[in-house]
């Protein structure tokens, strides 16, 4: 396992919007560059949500789109459709690497399955002179696959403490979008770094889904608004969701109840409609766009490193936003816990206490 220890790119904006049709492609400029590298072409595989759902997807895209201002880049991205099986998704694969794209980047779990017969371990014995990333697994092991992994944990630590220092009634909450080992780190580092403040913290805990229902849980508005008002009425002031698309719902849900919320993965409070920015403590930031440009930018110089490569709070792999200015008052506190996990003086679990 190599632990990426360089700090990545600055987070570019998201603001994207869901693309139509099943994909899209994009050549980043006439690529004469300075005639010792090769266009490289770029194919990304979104998970469920694709492109505009604020969170996990848009930020693999941002770290696309910054590839595309700074490299000679051609790309085509593909979009995850509901209810789709694993063999969809290899084919997704499977129809990128047979457009030529070289490397395949797949955003997600999901795309894992199986380790020995999924989506992304057939796609890579399936085109064996193709490179691959997949973003979020580490159980498939392949000699042409990149596994992007991050230290969720540590990232929710840091906004499980400010929640502790910011909550009046010493009840928070976490909604995850599928009960998956993934999402346990999230908890795990939420719960740990709320006790780190306040032993006594009380902390509600809701999955919207299970792996037997697909997943759903992570593309229900719906659901994580009635899960966040259930905690919000039951005495929680501030839930945390790592429940990509459904985190919408549960931001509305603060709306309503004059509560507040924290974000996951790109910086909510900048991707939010305005009426939803106020209701933003932070975001744990999870910087798949770094990962995406590195992964993306070594290929372009000929680098391929094979197996996991782990982004963590000293590779400012994971964090914690500031926009809004609600955590100004407490920042001090929370970059000492960041050293001290850095400096690992404090190791934080990967899952829950049964």
């Known amino acids: 396992m190599k632990l990426l220890a360089t700090a990545g790119v600055t987070l570019v904006a998201l603001g994207t919007a869901a693309c139509g049709g099943n994909g899209n492609s994009n050549n980043s400029g006439s690529g004469t560059g300075d005639g010792a590298k090769k266009t490289v072409k770029v194919g990304l595989a979104y998970d469920i949500g694709g492109r505009g759902d604020k969170s996990f997807n848009d930020a693999a895209a941002a770290g696309l789109e910054k590839a595309r201002s700074d490299l000679d880049i051609k790309t085509k991205e593909l979009e995850a459709s509901k209810d789709e099986t694993d063999n969809d998704k290899y084919s997704r694969l499977k129809l990128l690497c047979d457009a030529g794209y070289n490397p395949v980047i797949a955003v997600g779990f999901a795309y894992a399955g199986d380790p020995q017969t999924g989506p992304i371990a057939r796609a890579t014995k399936d085109c064996p002179n193709t490179k691959f990333a997949i973003i979020d697994d580490a159980s498939v092991k392949m000699p042409n696959l990149a596994n992007l992994t991050f230290a969720e944990e ?201």
């Open 154 to 354: 540590q990232g929710s630590f840091l906004v499980g403490a400010a929640a502790a220092l910011k909550s009046q009634t010493g009840h928070i909450g976490f909604v995850g979008g599928c009960d998956v080992d993934l999402i346990h780190k999230f908890q795990a580092g939420y719960v740990a770094g709320a006790k780190a403040v306040k032993a006594d913290v009380k902390v509600d805990v809701n999955y919207l889904s299970s792996v037997a229902d697909k997943c759903s849980g992570f593309n229900d508005p719906a659901k994580g608004q009635t899960a966040a008002e259930g905690m919000y009425d039951g005495g929680a002031d501030i839930v945390y969701q790592a429940a990509g698309g459904s985190g919408v719902g549960v931001f509305k849900a603060a709306k309503n109840k004059g509560k507040w919320a924290i974000g996951v993965d790109s910086d909510q409070y900048n991707t939010v409609t305005p009426d939803l920015k106020d209701v933003i403590l932070t975001s744990m930031l999870k910087r798949v766009d770094n990962a995406v440009y590195s992964f993306i930018k070594d290929m372009g110089d000929g680098k391929f490193t094979p197996g996991e490569t782990v982004f963590d709070l000293k590779a400012d792999g994971v964090g914690y936003s500031t926009s809004g200015g609600k955590v100004d008052d407490i920042k001090a506190k929370l970059d000492d816990f960041k050293q001290q996990i850095i400096d690992g003086k404090i190791t934080v679990p990967t899952k829950p206490a049964s």
